[in-house]
C-alpha cells in the first residue's frame, strides 16, 4: 500500500508539472491537468490520513 501512495502522489506532482509548464506556453488544456494533480495529491493525502488513523 505504501508504494502506491507514492506511486499516487508522484504522478499527481508530474501532473502539477505538465499542467503549470503548459500553462506558461498558453495550452488550453492546462488547468485540466492542474486540477487533476490536485485531485491526486488530495485522494493520496486522504489515503495517508485514513492509514494513520486506522491504526491508532
Same mark, same amino acid.
Given at each position: 500500500?505504501?508504494?502506491? *501512495?507514492?506511486?499516487?502522489?508522484?504522478? =499527481? !506532482? %508530474? !501532473?502539477?508539472? %505538465?499542467?503549470? %509548464?503548459?500553462? /506558461?506556453?498558453?495550452?488550453?488544456?492546462?488547468?485540466?491537468?492542474? =486540477? !487533476?494533480? *490536485?485531485? $491526486?495529491?488530495? $485522494?493520496? $493525502? $486522504?489515503? /495517508?490520513?485514513?492509514? @494513520? *488513523?486506522? @491504526?491508532?
Amino acid at each position: 500500500m505504501k508504494n502506491q *501512495l507514492i506511486s499516487l502522489f508522484s504522478f =499527481g !506532482l %508530474v !501532473l502539477i508539472l %505538465v499542467g503549470a %509548464v503548459g500553462s /506558461f506556453f498558453d495550452w488550453s488544456q492546462s488547468m485540466i491537468f492542474i =486540477g !487533476l494533480g *490536485l485531485t $491526486l495529491e488530495s $485522494l493520496a $493525502l $486522504l489515503i /495517508f490520513a485514513w492509514n @494513520k *488513523l486506522r @491504526k491508532k
